[in-house]
C-alpha cells in the first residue's frame, strides 16, 4: 500500500493512478478514497494523474486521537501534494472533501493548484447561526453524534438512504451502492468519525473562499438532503471570484455514484479538466 508519515507521526494511504497533469480528490465523511474510484479511473483513463488519500481517522490511514480538525486535515493534503510534488494540480472535492480543499486554499494558497470543484461541498457554513438562517440546526449535528455513539453500523445503514436519495420516488441507486458506503463507513474510526462532524458542521469557509483566485466549479443537486444547496454551493459561488455554478435539478448529495447523474458528472468534470 502506498503512504507517506506526516509531521505529526500519521500514517496517510493514497491511491496514484495514471500520468499527466494531477487530479487529487478529497473525499466526504465517512467515506475513504474507495469512493472516487470511478471517478479516477476515468479522469486516468484520459490522460490524467489522479490520486486520492484516505483522510486521517478514515479508511486505511492511521486513526490518531488527535489532529482530527479541518486545520489539519488541510496541512495534511498539503504535506500529500508535496511529498508527491504536484504541480498545477485541480482539486475535487466532494462533501466533507469540499471543505478540506478549500481550507487548504485558505492555509496553502494555489501555486500547486490551478482548478477546483467543488461538489456537494459543506463551505462556506453548514450550521444554522443569526448570520446564517439557511444552515442546519445544532440539533442535526447533535443526532447524527448520538447516532455514531450509540450503534454506528445502523446508523450508517440508514444514512445511505438520504445520502444517495434511496428514500425519493424513481431512485436507481442500487442495494450495491449502499452496502459499499455502509462498508467504507465502518472503516472509519469511532474518534475520527465523532470528532469530524463538529469539523463539517461549524466550521467556517469564507475566509477561506474569498482566498480562491483559480477559475473555480460548484456542482450541487437541488435535492441534496445533506448539504442543502441554499446553505451551501449557492453561497459559496457568490463568495468565489471566477466560479461557475452548476444546479443538477434532482440530484441528491453522492449524485456521482447514482444514475442519471453520475454521467452528467463525469462529463462535467472532463470539460472542466480539459477547458
Not at 483513463?45 to 482530527?68: C, K, L, M, T, Y
Not at 508535496?82 to 480543499?101: N, Q
Request: charged letters at 25%; glycine letters at 10%.
Amino acid at each position: 500500500m502506498a503512504t507517506f508519515t506526516t509531521t505529526d507521526g500519521t500514517e496517510i494511504f493514497y491511491k496514484d493512478w495514471g500520468s499527466g497533469r494531477p487530479v487529487v480528490f478529497s473525499h466526504g465523511w465517512p467515506l475513504n478514497a474507495d469512493a472516487w474510484d470511478d471517478q479516477m479511473k476515468l479522469v486516468a483513463a484520459a490522460g490524467f494523474r489522479a490520486v486520492a488519500h484516505d483522510r486521517r481517522g478514515h479508511g486505511r490511514s492511521g486513526q490518531p486521537w488527535q489532529g482530527n480538525d479541518m486545520d489539519t486535515y488541510a496541512d495534511d493534503l498539503a504535506q500529500l501534494m508535496t511529498f508527491l510534488d504536484l504541480r498545477d494540480a485541480v482539486l475535487v472535492g466532494h462533501s466533507t472533501g469540499g471543505g478540506e480543499a478549500t481550507r487548504y486554499i485558505g492555509r496553502h494558497g494555489t501555486d500547486r493548484v490551478a482548478k477546483v470543484l467543488l461538489l456537494g461541498a459543506v463551505p462556506p457554513l453548514m450550521l444554522k447561526t443569526d448570520a446564517n438562517p439557511e444552515g442546519l440546526p445544532i440539533d442535526v449535528f447533535d443526532g447524527i453524534r448520538a447516532g455514531v455513539a450509540a450503534d454506528r453500523s445502523q446508523f450508517y445503514k440508514d444514512l445511505s438512504e438520504t445520502f444517495y436519495g434511496a428514500n425519493r420516488a424513481g431512485s436507481t441507486v442500487s442495494q450495491g451502492i449502499r452496502d459499499a458506503f455502509w462498508f467504507w463507513s465502518m472503516q472509519v474510526g469511532l474518534k475520527g468519525a465523532f470528532d469530524c462532524v463538529k469539523q463539517f458542521s461549524e466550521t467556517d469557509f469564507t475566509e477561506d473562499l474569498k482566498r480562491f483566485d483559480i477559475p473555480t466549479l460548484i456542482i450541487h443537486g437541488d435535492d441534496d438532503q445533506i448539504v442543502p444547496l441554499v446553505a451551501a454551493g449557492k453561497k459559496s459561488a457568490k463568495l468565489v471570484r471566477d466560479s461557475t455554478l452548476r444546479v443538477y435539478p434532482g440530484a441528491p448529495h453522492g449524485l456521482f455514484a447514482v444514475a442519471p447523474y453520475k454521467d452528467e458528472f463525469h462529463a462535467d468534470l472532463l470539460a472542466f479538466l480539459n477547458g
